[in-house]
């Protein structure tokens, strides 16, 4: 939209050339009449005209709640194209970006039911409709993702399951995003998301409608509790910080959920809401560092705990680890016996490749050699990571922007070195993305984009994969060859990964009692190869693939046995 500030930043400019001679003064002042008709123009219209002027016209729909779809299962692609188009394209792309088919449809003027394409696609995989519109020289493209998974739709709550995934459902319309549904069919057991337990009792409600919501599509919950406003508490005479009212208030909602939720998580980041490092600033201005808010927030955390324990004993409490937090925690206010599981967010950054991060790469252990000095729990949460797909606008940000099929790799890599390496589970940042603009990073976590149908990115199809390959297969070691990999007892049968950090490169497997081997990547994709003489070549590139039908006799020289501290 063309503002009256935008104008006038116009016209300061232009009247600040120098050395103007006659001719190009002219043509300046025409430019400027120009924008100045532009800018009135604009200003008459209202914002749906100036968003129906701006956005391309063509949409792609699909019947299915994100784009997903079984193999063989009958779906339909929506195209709606206006009819100031005289032709339409539409190709249908594999993952690899190779046209499978290629239809043409002609456009009937004044009719605006859309293109009826449909879909049954026999194979698992990512698939891309590339939708070309013609009229005259002029094309115009638009491209919409779907994916074909195996069937792992949740038809009862998985509690073991280590997979889970952040969200924000309060965000979306139940009726209208059917967000839970997509989740059921992609397979993810668990979320992570906010209650609004304040305004559940407030409102005398009978039930969480959010958890009714939630149990309805079979997903547990890991219940993030809402903030609490660090302005609210009051220190006693004896220098401890009370929050009664809230603690009033969330005792009830526990007893009002009693059965539903074996384990609470505390309030995500304390020094980034909440205020905390605003009531109590760190005295250096290192805003993550807990000395300062770190006494009270400990104070408010035992009462929680206290609370809870009242209602229900075996209902466990979460609390956020990050670097110092729990030694502080623990040394300063004695916190030590209220931490039932500590949640960390191992983010990684400049560094992008997930395998750099140090938990990432074995640190669990020393971890919790250090949590048990402190007498705490030794069960870590990965309750927050991920990988953004935003678009780069030149300027420097702390995160690096990853294309789709990285994010996709990514997520594979990164759930099964952590689950590998000692977290109990793993939760990916988050299920969709959010309308904060192209360039925000914040906003292309998804693993859904933010559209009509929710539709999925490569990294759902990767997601529902690795579920449906790993959910029963039990890390027993590490890889000895030259790439990245982990080996797995899957119900008695051996299965193994691999990848390397970028690019692709040829690795040799030794295998004297094995014929064949089954090669699958991280979209479902199968390849058959024949053991010859003793050995098979095969591909390894950043997307990790999956190897089954080893021989156990040639299984066991392939890793290096697992070690970890329980």
Known sequence: MVTYEV?????????????????????????????????????????????????????????????????????????????SYQEVIVELLDTDRKVLTRKPFSIEKKEHSPIH???????????????IAVSGIKTDTIEGGFGVIPNVTLTKKDW????????????????????????????????????NWKKVIEDGLKSDPDLDYLDSHHICWLNLFGYVDSFNGVQNKKGIWTWDNDISILKKYVELTKGHFPIFESQNEPNNFGGWS????????????????????????????????????????????????????????????????VAIHPYVNDKIYPETEKFA???????????????????????EVGWTTYTSDGKPNHY????????????????????YYGAKKVFWYEIADEPFGAYNPEAFFGILRFNES??????????????????????????????????????GKTQMCLWIEKGHSEETLHLQHTKKIIVTDIFGRMQLFKVVDGKVTISVGYLPVTITGIDKKDFKKLYIPRMIVE
Not at 117 to 131: H, M, R
């Open 7 to 83: 104008f006038c930043n116009f016209e300061l400019i232009m009247c600040n050339q120098s050395k103007l001679n006659m001719r190009n003064t002219k043509f300046r002042i025409e430019v400027i009449l120009l924008k100045l008709f532009t800018f009135i123009l604009c200003s008459a219209m209202t914002p749906t005209q100036m968003q129906e002027k701006d956005q391309i016209p063509i949409k792609i729909t699909f019947d299915q709640p994100g784009a997903l779809y079984h193999v063989k299962e009958k779906g339909t692609a929506f195209i709606q194209v206006p009819d």
């Open 278 to 341: 605003k009531r109590w600033p760190h005295p250096e201005g290192q805003q993550w560092r807990p000395q300062g808010w770190g006494k009270p927030f400990a104070d408010l955390i035992k009462q929680m705990g206290d609370s809870i324990r009242e209602v229900d004993p075996s209902i466990q409490l979460m609390w956020q680890g990050e670097g110092e937090w729990i030694e502080y925690f623990v040394n300063e206010r004695g916190a030590a016996p209220y931490i039932d599981v």
């Open 117 to 131: 394409y449909p879909l049954k696609q026999k194979d698992l995989g990512y698939y891309t409709l590339k939708v």
């Open 361 to 383: 790469s074995g640190f669990y252990n020393e971890n919790k050699n250090k949590l048990k000095e402190l007498k705490v729990s030794t069960e870590m949460w990965v309750t």
């Open 400 to 419: 690096v922007p990853v294309t789709e099929y990285e994010q996709a790799a990514y997520l594979v890599r990164t759930y099964l070195s952590h689950l």
């Open 160 to 195: 073991d399951s280590p997979f889970g995934i952040c969200g924000h459902f309060t965000r979306y319309d139940y009726k209208k995003w059917k967000i839970a549904a997509v989740q059921q069919k992609l397979g993810i057991a668990w979320v992570r998301d906010e209650s």
């Open 454 to 491: 929710l539709s999925v990115k490569p990294s759902a199809v990767a997601y529902s994969n690795m579920i449906h390959n790993y959910r029963y297969a039990t890390p027993i070691g590490k890889y000895t060859g030259s790439t990245y990999g982990f080996a797995y007892d899957n119900k």
